[in-house]
C-alpha cells in the first residue's frame, strides 16, 4: 500500500515555477527576508527586497512562509503559479522569551509570575533614574519616585513589604551580576531621597527589565529572592551591519506643586491672633528669630521663589553597532546626561561609556563581554535632606530678610532658616565613578548540553565632599569634608544546562549551577576644621565585607506541550549568617497548565491561549548588616576618641549566632489567558507570602549598656490580586491598544514575638510597627473635631470617649493605631493611538485608599513657633460658633490639651491620599522612510514627553506620590506613607530625537 | 552514571566544607576586635577602663547639669526651640522625649565598669594592687553613674521615709537581661558600697585627677551622703578631702570650664588630639555665632545673681544680650569655650556642701561653714566687704551658704538637687510654681525601656 502510494506521488510529481510577493498584512508594505521553505524538506529560498520570490515546487507540497515576528503560513500549491502572500504580525508573541535567573525561558512555558519592560518604554520616559519608569507598568509593583531632586532614588517594592528593619528592596541583577544598589551604605543621607546608586546607569543602554515577583521566578535567587528581583539586560551588539543612532533629549521642569505658605503679613496676623487668644495684649513679643514686631513688620521674603527655578535637562546619547572580524561583532555607546532640577544648586551631570564584543566563532561557542563606565557628578543644594526647599515650606519665614542691613546674611533664626545663606554657604558634591563588567562564556559540547561562565565587577568609587563657610559656623572658620567609598562587587557562576531530548511528548531539561558573590566596601572620611589646630581629621572606616556562596539547580518539565512542572532548589551559605545557620535551603515548586492545547479548546474561535499556573516556594532575605551577628568590641583609632591621651576599648555589640535570612514562603495561583487571536490578553494573579524571622533591630534595655541587635523575630503576610489587561481595540490604519493594570495588597504584621511597639522603635514621623496592622502604621491621638465653642481640638480617648486633653503614650494614653498605610488599590493604565507615524501615548497612575501623615502639617498648622503657617490654615476656629477645620491660633501646647507639647501625634495630619496623575504623555512623529532615506537615514524619530503632567488630588501637601528622605532601610519599609517638607516631583516637558543610520 | 553522580555528590560535598571557612568574614578595622580576643592582658583591661572614664563625658558632660537645670528655677528656655529640652523644661517628659543620653551613657559607663570588673582576674600580667586600682576606680565609675541616674530619674532619697520607692535598675553585671527597678534605698546602698569600696583602694593622686583618686571617691561620698540628709557623713567625707591639700582653692575668677588648681576629678578637652569634652554645655554657649539655647532667667538674675552690689560673679559669668529691647535675654559667660575642661568634682563644691553640712549636722561646726563662705564671698567679691561675722546667727550662716552654693553653682545642675533634698528632708519647697516632688520633676524612662517588669514614671495630668 505505501508502495503503491509512494508510486502514484512519484507518477503525479510535476514542478511547476511559483512566484509571487509577500507584503505585511496590515501596511501592505513589501516583507523582504521571508523564509520560503518546501515542508518537510530543507530546500527553500529567501523574498527579495522588493518582497518578491521565486521557487520551483512540485504540485501537492505545502509551502511554508515564515519571518521573524509574524504568524507563519502554510499553503498547499495546486495549480497555481503566483502567489501573493501577506503574512500577519504575531501580536501574540507565542514564541516571546523571558530572562529568568541564570537563563532564558519562553513565555509560554513560563510558571512564575514575571512583569516585562522593554528598552522603548524605558529610553523615551526620561528620568534621570531607570528604577522610576517601572512605575504603573507592571502590577504588584509598587514605585514611588522620591522626590524632585537630580537622580532621586524611588522605593520599589514588588508585592508589598515583608520587612521591616532590612532593606525590602528587590535584587537587582545587570548581565549576571546582582549590582550594588544599598543607598545607605555610601556615606549617609545626601540626598533629597538619599543618595542613589542606581542614577548612574543608563537608561538608554537597557534593552529589558524582567521582574521576578513569585517564588518559581524569584525562588533559585534563594535567601536574595523574596522582595522580587530585577533583572536588567544590557544591549548587546547585533547583526555585523554598520547601524549607528543617535537620540537627544531636551526637557524644562518645574515642580508639580508650589506649597501655598503665608506670607510676612499673614503670618504676623496669625502670630497676634495667637498672642491675643492666649490672653495676652499689646504689641506681640517672643518673635523667632530674636525679632521685634517693627523689625518683622519690613520683611515679606518668599523663600519659595529663592530657591526655586526652571529646570533644565539635556542628554545625548550616541551608540554604534558593526561588526570587526568574523564572527565578531561590537557595540559601543556614549551618552551624556545634564540634569539641572527646579531646586537651586541641584545639578547631576552624568556621562556613560558603554560597550559590548559578541564573538562567537563556531556554533558550539560564543563570548560576550560588556562593559560600563558611568561617571557620575551631582552638586546638592545647601541643606540636601529637603532639596533645599524644607526650609521654605518650614522654618524660614517670610518675616525673615535674606540679608541684615549691612548685607551680611540674616541668621536670626538659625543657619537653616536662611536657605538662601546655605545654598550659598553650603557646598556639597556626590561624585561617583562606577563600571559594570561582565564576560560571559558559552559552550555546547553536545547539543543536549550547555555550559555558561558568566564572571562580573561591578565597581564604584563614590566621593561626597562639601564645604561649609566659616560665616555660617561657630568657629568663624571653613570646614570642608570628603567622605570617600569604594565598593568591590564581583562574582562568578557556572551553569550547565541539560535537555534530556526526551522521547514522546516528554521535555526534561535541567540546570545545576554554582555562584560565590563577594563584596568589598572601604570607607575613609576626611574632614578639615580651620579651627583646629590640627586641621585634617581622617578616619578610615572598616570594610564592609560579605560574600554568599551558592548552588542551584531548577528541573523544567512538559507533557505534552501544555503540562508544565518546575523545580528549583537553591542553598546559600553567607557570610552574614550567624554560626548556627551558615547555610539556608530554598525550595519551589510549580505547576503549569496550557489549557488551549486540549483538544476541546484547541479550535475555539475566541479563545487563542490559556495557561493556569500554581506555584509555592521558599525565599529569603539577608539585607542584614554585616558582622551583625558577632560580637565585637571597639578601639579608638584618633587621638580625638582616646581618653586623656590614652587608648580606650569597649563592647559595641555582643553575638548573636542564630542569626539568619528572613523566611518567605509564598503561595502563588494565576492565569494568563488571549482572546481574539491575541487582541486581548490578560492576566490574573494572586499571591498569599507569608514571611517569618524578620529582622528587628530589637532594642535592648540601656540599662544593659547595650544599644539594640539584629534578631529574627517578627512575621509579616502579604496578600494580594494582580490583574492586567492588553487589548487592540482597533487595528488596521488608526490602531488604538489599551493597556491596564491594577493590584491589590493586604498587608499585616501577624507576629512580634511578645516585643512591644516600644522595644521595636518607631520610624520616622511616628510609625510603628503593630501586630496585626501594617508595617509602618501610625499611631495618633484621633481628633473628633474642632469645639464650635472654643475652638479647641476634641480627641477621643481609647474608648471613644471625647476630651480636651492629649495624652498620647502609656497605658492610659490615647494614642490608637490610625490611617491606611497600604492602597486598596494602585495601578496603571496606557492608551496608545497609532496613525501612519504619528503615535499618541498616555499613562495615567493612580492609588486609592491610602493615607498619608503629613508630619509637616503638624508643624505648619500647628502652635505658632518658628514655622511658617500652610495657607490651609486660613480654615480655623476664630470666633464662638464657627464651625473650622484646624482649632483656634495659640503659642500655648495647653490650648492643645497638653501643656508643654508642641506638636500634637494626631490624626489632623492624616490625609487622604488617592491620586490619578498623568505620568507620561508622550507624542511621537515617525518620519516616513522615503523623507529619511534620501539623507542615509534609516529611521528617524521625534517625540514630545510630558511627565507628570496632571495629577487629580485631594491631598493639600506638596505631592501625594512622595517618599520622604529617610535615615535607614527600615524608614523606607516603615515611613512609606509620610512626608516632612519633602520637594515634590517635578513636572518635565521634553522634545526627543532618534536617528538611526 | 552512578559512579558519576558519587562523584558529582563528593565534588559538591568537598566544595561545602571549603566554603564553611570562605563563609567567616570578621570585620577588619583597625577599630574594632572581635569580643573573645578584646579583653587578654592589662593593656587590653586598662584601655577598657579608660573607655569607661571617657563615658562620663556623656552624662556629666553637660547633659546631667543641664537637665537639672532645666527643671529647677535658674534659666529659661530660648523661644521657639523644638526637641526634648521643651519637655525637661515644660516639667513634662515623656517616653519620647526625655534625656535618653544621661540615662544610656550612664549605663554604657556601668557596663564598661562591670566588664571590668568580671576580666580583672582573667587578664594576663596584672599584679594584685594594679588589680585592686582598677577595680576601685571601676566601682567609683559605677558609683558615680548611678548616682546620675537615680538624682534623675525618681524621687528623692527621703521621698518615702524608708525610701523603698521606685529607683533605678542596679547593675552591677554584665548580663543583658530585664530587671525591675530597685528602690531608691537598695541603689543609695549600692552607690555608697561601691564608693566605700573606692575609697579604700584608690591612690591619693592619679595622673592629675583626670583619672579616680581617694579624694574623688570622698567627694562623691560626700554628695551621696549629702543628699541622703546624712550631714555628719557628708561633712566628714568633704573635710577630708579639703584638709588633704590636694587641691587648691582659686582665688580669683575663673571659667567654669578652666583647668585649674580645684578639679578632684576632671574630663580634660585637647585641641592637639582634637578631643571634646563638655559640648553639653554648648547650649549655654553665647560666644562666637553661639545663641544660647538655655538662658538665665531674668527674675534670677535681677534678684539673685545682681543682689549682692559688688558681685563680681554678676559681670565677670553673665551678659545681657539686647539690653532693654523687647528681645533682651541673659546669657551664661562662663561655658564660653572651644575646648573646655569639665570639673565634675571640684573644690568650691565640697567646700559649700562642708558649709552647709556643717550647719545640718547634729553638733553644729560654725566656724568651719563661715570660714567657706567667707573664702566664697572674699573672692566674689574682691575682698572682706561681705563676709560673714563670727557672731553671725546660725539661720544667716544657713543662708548665706546657700545664697552662695546657689550663685557659685549657677548652671551646673546643683540647685534642683539641693532643693529636693530640703524638701524630702520637710521643708516647704516649690520649685518654680511646683512642689519639690511634683511628679513632673522627675525624668520619664525612654519608652523602650519600660515592659512588664519595667515600671514608668507617673505623668503629670
Known sequence: MALALLLVNFAQAQVVSLSGKITDQSTGEALPGVTIVIKGTTTGTISDFDGNYSIQVEKGVTVLFSYVGYLSQEIQIENQSTLNVSLKSDIEQIEEVMVVGYGIQKKREITGSIAKIDSRDIGDKLSSSFESVMAGQAPGVSVTTGSGMAGASSIVRVRGVASINSAGDPLYVIDGIPITNDIFGLGGRTGGMNLNPLSSINPNDIESMEILKDASATGIYGSRGANGVVIITTKKAKGKELKIEFSTKQSLSTPTKKVNMTNASEWLQLYQEAWENDGNTGIPTGLPGGMTWEQAQKNDTDWWDEVTRQGYKQEYNLDVNFGIAKGLIARLGGSFTNNQSYLVGNELDRINTSMNLNYAPSKTFNASLSSSIAETSTALPGNPWDGGLGAAMGYALPIYPIYNADGTFFKGGGNSANPVMVNELRDENNEELRTINSLSVNYSPLEKLTFSLTGALDYMNFNNKGLEQGAMRSSGQDYSWENNRKVYNWNYNIVANYDFALQNDHDLKAMIGHELQESRTTGLNKNWDQSREIIENAEELRDERWRFISFFTRFNYMYKDRYIAQATLRTDGSSRFGKNNKYGYFPTFALGWIMSEEDFLKDSKWLSFLKLKASYGITGNSNIPNYEHIGTYKLSTTTSQEYNDSPIRYPEKFANPDLKWETTKSYDLGFEARFLEGRIATEMAYFFKKSEDVFINVAISSSSGYGSQWQNIASIENEGVEFSVKTNNLTGKFQWDTQFNISTLRNEVTDLGGLTTEEIGGGTNDTRILKGYPVGTNRLVRVSRIDPADGRPVYLDKQGNETKTYKFEGEEGFAVAAGKVIPDFTGGFTNTFRYKGFELSALFTFSYGAQIYDSSSKRQMGLASDWNFRTDIFDRWRQPGDIAKYPRMSREGATYGKDGEQWFNSTMWLFDGDYIRLKNLIFTYNIPKQIVSKANISSMRVFLVGTNLLTFTKYPGADPEVARDHDDPRDRNMSANVSFLTPPQEKVFTLGLNVSF | ?461
Open chain 2, 1 to 461: 552514571m552512578k559512579n558519576r553522580l558519587l562523584i558529582f555528590i563528593f565534588l559538591t560535598g568537598t566544595l561545602f566544607s571549603g566554603c564553611e571557612s570562605l563563609l567567616e568574614i570578621d570585620p577588619v578595622d583597625e577599630g574594632v576586635i572581635l569580643e573573645e580576643d578584646a579583653i587578654q592582658t592589662k593593656q587590653d583591661l586598662q584601655e577598657l577602663l579608660n573607655a569607661a572614664y571617657d563615658v562620663v563625658n556623656g552624662f556629666y558632660g553637660g547633659h546631667f547639669q543641664r537637665t537639672s537645670e532645666l527643671l529647677g528655677e535658674n534659666v529659661v528656655l530660648r523661644d521657639g526651640i523644638t526637641d526634648e529640652m521643651v519637655n525637661i523644661y515644660k516639667r513634662y517628659t515623656t517616653g519620647y522625649f526625655t534625656d535618653n543620653e544621661t540615662y544610656d551613657q550612664a549605663y554604657i559607663c556601668i557596663l564598661r565598669s562591670n566588664l571590668i570588673l568580671e576580666n580583672i582576674d582573667k587578664v594576663s600580667g596584672i599584679s594584685s594592687a594594679e588589680a585592686a586600682q582598677m577595680a576601685g576606680e571601676a566601682k567609683f565609675l559605677r558609683g558615680i553613674a548611678h548616682f546620675a541616674v537615680v538624682r534623675l530619674f525618681a524621687q528623692p532619697y527621703g521621698y518615702t521615709a524608708a525610701n523603698d520607692h521606685a529607683g533605678i535598675i542596679i547593675k552591677t553585671n554584665s548580663k543583658v537581661e530585664l530587671l525591675p527597678r530597685n528602690t531608691v534605698a537598695e541603689v543609695y546602698q549600692q552607690i555608697v558600697t561601691d564608693l566605700t569600696e573606692a575609697e579604700a583602694i584608690l591612690p591619693a593622686g592619679n595622673a592629675n585627677f583626670v583619672y579616680a583618686t581617694k579624694w574623688a571617691a570622698k567627694a562623691a561620698l560626700a554628695q551621696v551622703y549629702f543628699q541622703m540628709h546624712d550631714y555628719d557623713k557628708a561633712y566628714t567625707k568633704a573635710d577630708e578631702v579639703i584638709k588633704s591639700g590636694a587641691f587648691t582653692f582659686v582665688t580669683n575668677f575663673a571659667n567654669y570650664t578652666a583647668n585649674t588648681t580645684e578639679s578632684i576629678f576632671k574630663l580634660v578637652s585637647s585641641e592637639t588630639s582634637g578631643k571634646r569634652v563638655g559640648s553639653d554645655f554648648g547650649v549655654y554657649r553665647s560666644d562666637g555665632t553661639n545663641i544660647p539655647n538655655i538662658r538665665v532667667a531674668p527674675d534670677v538674675y535681677k534678684n539673685v545673681i545682681k543682689a549682692g552690689v559688688g558681685d563680681l560673679r554678676a559681670s565677670s559669668w553673665y551678659e545681657v544680650f539686647y539690653p532693654g529691647a523687647a528681645n533682651e535675654y541673659v546669657a551664661f559667660t562662663r561655658f564660653n569655650s572651644e575646648f573646655p575642661t569639665v570639673p565634675v568634682l571640684r573644690l568650691t563644691e565640697i567646700k559649700l556642701l562642708r558649709a552647709e553640712a556643717a550647719m545640718l549636722k547634729p553638733s553644729v561646726d560654725k566656724t568651719t561653714a563661715i570660714q567657706d563662705v567667707n573664702d566664697i564671698r572674699q573672692r566674689a567679691y574682691n575682698g572682706s566687704s561681705r563676709n560673714l561675722a563670727a557672731t553671725a546667727a546660725n539661720d544667716a550662716v544657713l543662708n548665706a551658704v546657700r545664697t552662695e552654693r546657689r550663685l557659685e553653682l549657677m548652671g551646673e545642675g546643683y540647685n534642683l538637687h539641693d532643693l529636693k533634698r530640703r524638701g524630702s528632708a520637710g521643708e516647704s519647697i516649690t520649685i518654680r510654681g511646683v512642689k519639690w516632688d511634683y511628679v513632673g520633676l522627675v525624668i520619664q524612662f525612654g519608652a523602650s525601656e519600660v515592659n512588664e517588669l519595667f515600671t514608668a514614671n507617673p505623668e503629670p495630668n
